[in-house]
T-cell receptor, first 114, second 114 residues
């Protein structure tokens, strides 16, 4: 019973490049959440998606960041024109339902922007 | 606004000591959930417990126990007879609405010394 999968685990980008982070939810889970953890800080919510829908993106920066969860395939968090301040650990979580179920987290993607 | 406070930034104990990690939350909801997650040095986030506000009974799972006090808005976590493998950052979390998004405390870094 595979857990939440994220890849890559580590990603290095130069300023101005694009970063694509992938998340495959647990089997049977149709809700995906992205969180960001800056160094020495707690996790901050970014976006909540269901298949083909963005439900809540209140935590997403207004520019350069986007997320999708297509009908087929993993959820993608995309960061365009990365800057050094984007360096962080990005965690994906999934749950089967929304209002009462636990969110299970993937191992995270550590993004380093040079 | 919903808020989670973990006042202890770092705790250091000697192996076999008991240790309690504090969590205080703020909520406007009458029913809600509370969570604890563990982040070991390897970086992943491990789900520990989800608690419903209706159930104020203390919960015990092996060496772990949780004390939920609705009157003081606290959900404290105790590790009995701590072990080196318990060394990690522990996060308390509370949903902003329903089950999403999770609002995390800043975490408590626990170091258990042999």
């Amino acid at each position: 019973n595979a857990g939440v999968m994220q890849n890559p685990r580590h990603l290095v980008r130069r300023r101005g490049q694009e970063a694509r982070l992938r998340c495959s939810p647990m089997k049977g889970h149709s809700h995906v959440y992205w969180y960001r953890q800056l160094p020495e800080e707690g996790l901050k919510f970014m976006v909540y998606l269901q298949k083909e829908n963005i439900i809540d993106e209140s935590g997403m920066p207004k520019e350069r960041f986007s997320a999708e969860f297509p009908k087929e395939g993993p959820s993608i968090l995309r960061i365009q024109q990365v800057v050094r301040g984007d360096s962080a650990a990005y965690f994906c979580a999934s749950s089967p339902l929304t209002s009462t179920d636990t969110q299970y987290f993937g191992p995270g993607t550590r993004l380093t922007v040079l | 606004a919903q808020k989670v406070t973990q006042a202890q930034t770092e705790i250091s104990v000697v192996e076999k000591e008991d240790v309690t990690l504090d969590c205080v939350y703020e909520t406007r909801d009458t029913t809600y959930y509370l969570f604890w997650y563990k982040q070991p040095p390897s970086g992943e986030l491990v789900f520990l417990i989800r608690r419903n506000s209706f159930d104020e009974q203390n919960e015990i799972s092996g060496r772990y126990s949780w004390n939920f006090q609705k009157s003081t808005s606290s959900f404290n976590f105790t590790i009995t007879a701590s072990q080196v493998v318990d060394s990690a950052v522990y996060f308390c979390a509370h949903p902003l609405r329903g089950n999403t998004p999770l609002v995390f405390g800043k975490g408590t870094r626990l170091s258990v010394i042999a």
